[in-house]
Nanobody
Framework: QVQLVESGGGLVQPGNSLRLSCVLS????????????MGWFRQAPGQEREFVAA????????DYADSVKGRFTVSRDNAKNTLYLEMSSLKPEDTAVYFC???????????????????WGQGTQVTVSS
């Protein structure tokens, strides 16, 4: 069974940075992280879950929401089964629970939606406040 576990959230002041991590584990040892396209989404109270960033199986395939472009960077370390989200110049409107997700679907604009993702983490809270 595939599990995704996020970490790295917390309370930060506006303008500061945080790095989120998402580790994929599989008890059956049959899942290869490198074969999955990955995504980051976030959900603020009372709002729908929204796309933040996606990373295909190739480092050349990355995508960002306009609201975070230039401030956030998504990366992956296949040797560690880990997806990262480097967040800088954080704003109060970035406050949300951040989720990572995994899919075997090929890289496309569909990764901007929740639909193609097979596995989701439980989320990690990010609060940006002075």
């Amino acid at each position: 069974q595939v599990q995704l576990v996020e970490s790295g959230g917390g309370l930060v002041q506006p303008g500061n940075s945080l790095r989120l991590s998402c580790v994929l584990s599989d008890r059956t040892f049959t899942t290869y992280f490198a074969n999955y396209s990955m995504g980051w989404f976030r959900q603020a109270p009372g709002q729908e879950r929204e796309f933040v960033a996606a990373h295909g199986v190739s480092d050349f395939r990355r995508d960002y929401a306009d609201s975070v472009k230039g401030r956030f960077t998504v990366s992956r370390d296949n040797a560690k089964n880990t997806l990262y989200l480097e967040m800088s110049s954080l704003k109060p409107e970035d406050t949300a629970v951040y989720f990572c997700a995994a899919t075997r679907a090929p890289y496309s604009e569909r990764l901007r939606t929740t639909e193609p993702y097979d596995y989701w983490g439980q989320g990690t809270q990010v609060t940006v406040s002075s």
